[in-house]
Nanobody, 125 residues
Framework: QVQLVESGGGLVQAGGSLRLSCAAS????????MGWYRQAPGKQRELVAT???????NYEDSVKGRFTISRDSAKNTVYLQMNSLKPEDTAVYYC???????????????????WGQGTQVTVSS
């Protein structure tokens, strides 16, 4: 009933910028928190940034000052503006949504962990 679709990945040179978008679809009533995670080859998936419905943000230390997460709650969309990209930022980036309340029939249900399919970000040196 709930799907996340990412866009905006690609190939960029070091020092460049990319903007990722993730739109949640379905009969959504509200989303508690949305975020971005990434997984580089041979490494575990790690948190990049999260944002709550109230606008509170959290960033992984290595992206602080370079990445900015934002959301448009009316559109159920979260964005990740990535500036000053480094080769070590190369990874598949995944969108995540937590605490998604949605309609099923006339009832409301809440699901707790949804993921997008991932979008590749490659930063060349």
């Amino acid at each position: 009933q709930v799907q996340l679709v990412e866009s905006g990945g690609g190939l960029v040179q070091a020092g460049g910028s990319l903007r990722l978008s993730c739109a949640a679809s379905g009969r959504i009533f509200s989303i508690s928190a949305m975020g971005w995670y990434r997984q580089a080859p041979g490494k575990q998936r790690e948190l990049v940034a999260t944002i709550t419905s109230g606008g509170t943000t959290n960033y992984e230390d290595s992206v602080k000052g370079r990445f900015t997460i934002s959301r448009d709650s009316a559109k159920n969309t979260v964005y990740l503006q990535m500036n000053s990209l480094k080769p070590e930022d190369t990874a598949v980036y995944y969108c995540n949504a937590e605490g998604v309340t949605y309609y099923t029939g006339s009832n409301l249900r809440t699901g707790y962990d949804y993921w997008g399919q991932g979008t590749q970000v490659t930063v060349s040196s």
